[in-house]
């Protein structure tokens, strides 16, 4: 599936139909009066959030959207027919800008949730509308409202629950894979996650929690470096973040560098990210033992500065139940 977060619109309402001129013609009224109707309201655009939609790839070939002209008003008082709505679907979680102005129009977080961007132009009135004691025959009626134009850009920004963080090969898309039973990309080398991907956690039919697999980060990545910038607006949103560390990678030492090298560039994206909730698992203890020194050593660098710790296995299973447990009394209580 082709990934698209960022897409750019031009969208235009329609014109409002034109007032009509008429008068009546009814035998035994020499003089019949106006009769002319109202022109019928042009479109409007708006953008709905749907559940259907996971990304804004539908956006990269169709750019422009246009809604009808409402239809001119007709003799007898018949009054021209509205147009219809245009209605633009995006996933939840879409932030729709102005693109002229970067001004934010609205945020689209729930199922079928509505902004009207633009209306369409106002019907003109008929001249019916304008007679008077000393102008029984007016000649004229309204032109339609012209509708109205606007850019717009569109962000897409995952609603996660759970955020999954790390360093490239980290074994984020295993993890997501086991927890959520989605389908991954997944090699042995950097980088084989070049797109975000969503799963979701069942605990029972009612509860349920979305895990957002995040690209590899690395250090620059604030700055364009590898895929993060990119990447990093999603997990702006999410509740809790997993922080993935391969305990074959490197020495407890260089570990515990890359763990703070990567908040680092957290804080330098938004510091609001430090202040979400964290768990750092360290993974890959199928290849060393939960007792190996120097599982225990990072174990206890990073309990040191307030981190809960869990060691697993994302591509044996182990230790992931506890995870799930973990998960379920921090979003559940339970």
Do not use: W
């Not at 999954?164 to 993890?175: C, D, M, R, V, Y």
């Amino acid at each position: 599936m082709d990934f698209l977060d960022e897409a750019l619109i031009i969208a235009r309402s329609g014109d409002g139909g034109r007032g009509c001129v008429s008068f009546r013609r009814e035998k035994y009224v020499p003089k019949g009066g106006p009769d002319g109707g109202d022109g019928g309201d042009g479109g409007g655009i708006i953008l709905r959030a749907t559940r259907k939609h996971h990304t804004l790839r539908d956006y990269r070939s169709r750019k422009i959207f246009k809604a009808r002209n409402g239809v001119p008003g007709k003799g007898k008082s018949k009054t021209g027919k509205n147009a219809e709505d245009v209605f633009i679907e995006v996933p939840l979680g879409t932030i729709v800008y102005d693109s002229d102005t970067n001004e934010v129009i609205g945020d689209l977080i729930q199922d079928k949730q509505e902004i009207l961007v633009i209306q369409g132009g106002m019907g003109g009135k008929g001249n019916q509308h304008f007679a008077t004691s000393t102008n029984r025959t007016p000649r004229f009626a309204q032109p339609g409202l012209p509708g109205a134009e606007i850019r717009l850009r569109l962000s897409l920004k995952f609603l996660a629950d759970i955020g999954i963080i790390g360093l490239p090969n980290a074994g984020k898309s295993t993890l997501l894979s086991r927890l959520t039973q989605s389908n991954p990309k997944i090699d042995s080398y950097p980088f084989t996650t070049l797109v975000p991907n969503l799963g979701v956690i069942a605990f029972d039919d009612e509860k349920t929690l979305t895990m957002a697999d995040v690209p590899g980060l690395i250090e620059g990545a604030s700055e364009g470096r590898g895929l993060g910038l990119h990447f990093l607006k999603h997990i702006e949103r999410t509740t809790l973040l997993l922080h993935l560390i391969d305990i074959t990678y490197s020495s407890p030492h260089h570990l515990i560098e890359d763990f703070h090298t990567l908040r680092n560039e957290m804080e330098r994206y938004d510091p609001s990210l430090l202040q979400k909730d964290q768990i750092v698992l360290i993974n890959k203890v199928d290849l060393h033992s939960t007792g190996h020194r120097d599982v225990r050593e990072v174990k206890k660098a990073l309990k040191e500065i307030g981190m809960e710790v869990l060691p697993v296995s994302a591509l044996t299973g182990e230790g992931l139940e506890g995870l799930k447990r973990v998960l379920a009394r921090r979003f559940f209580n339970d």
